[in-house]
T-cell receptor, first 114, second 117 residues
Framework: GEDVEQSLFLSVREGDSSVINCTYTDSSSTYLYWYKQEPGAGLQLLTYIFSNMDMKQDQRLTVLLNKKDKHLSLRIADTQTGDSAIYFCAESILTTSGTYKYIFGTGTRLKDLA | GAVVSQHPSRVICKSGTSVKIECRSLDFQATTMFWYRQFPKQSLMLMATSNEGSKATYEQGVEKDKFLINHASLTLSTLTVTSAHPEDSSFYIC?????????????FGPGTRLTVT
């Protein structure tokens, strides 16, 4: 089945690390993504990881993938006010028609407590 | 690069009328475009996948006669909400996949907020 779950809310203090978790069910995922959405805006791609990797680091962002447990996480180091947004994980799966489509998670609202 | 625009950004229409939303890839050619719907404080739900020059593929539960999709060129896809009702009020987001870039990536537009009164 196609199901991607995230916790709804996360509050952190400015300067601390934020860890946003995501679980998915479709084992055929090829790529997994993290997107950021600010109020009333579209989605901004933050980073992505290929399904045969277990970690990817990009400046303040660290993505961990546990394929066995179908668990993906995003760690944001030194969380700032500008990081407050909704974060969506998404998996890319190959459809029967041969194209890739995204399945989005439920989104985690990150709030920075200054 | 890889900019996607949507027009209009906001639209209010009366119940029973039709509304057209445009999605354009500004600096690349998009053989595939996607239309999503997002309810307040909820996730994005894929409505349909449109390929240039062919019929769109709709997800289960999405009425193709109500949500008409046209992908007439490599830079433009349109979504027409026909005979709109208040329950169609939502945030509609399109994305595009570039034919000459990383095959799996989608580039998202800023979204269109539709309010049906």
């Amino acid at each position: 089945g196609e199901d991607v779950e995230q916790s709804l809310f996360l509050s952190v203090r400015e300067g601390d690390s934020s860890v946003i978790n995501c679980t998915y069910t479709d084992s055929s995922s090829t790529y997994l993504y993290w997107y950021k959405q600010e109020p009333g805006a579209g989605l901004q791609l933050l980073t992505y990881i290929f399904s045969n990797m277990d970690m990817k680091q990009d400046q303040r962002l660290t993505v961990l993938l546990n394929k066995k447990d179908k668990h993906l996480s995003l760690r944001i180091a030194d969380t700032q006010t500008g990081d407050s947004a909704i974060y969506f994980c998404a998996e890319s799966i190959l459809t029967t028609s041969g194209t890739y489509k995204y399945i989005f998670g439920t989104g985690t609202r990150l709030k920075d407590l200054a | 690069g890889a900019v996607v625009s949507q027009h209009p950004s906001r639209v209010i229409c009366k119940s029973g009328t039709s509304v057209k939303i445009e999605c354009r890839s500004l600096d690349f050619q998009a053989t595939t475009m996607f239309w999503y719907r997002q309810f307040p404080k909820q996730s994005l739900m894929l409505m349909a996948t449109s390929n240039e020059g062919s019929k769109a593929t709709y997800e289960q539960g999405v009425e193709k006669d109500k949500f008409l999709i046209n992908h007439a060129s490599l830079t433009l896809s349109t979504l027409t909400v026909t005979s709109a009702h208040p329950e169609d009020s939502s945030f509609y987001i399109c994305s595009a996949r570039a034919s000459d870039r990383v095959f799996h990536e989608q580039y998202f537009g800023p979204g269109t907020r539709l309010t049906v009164t």
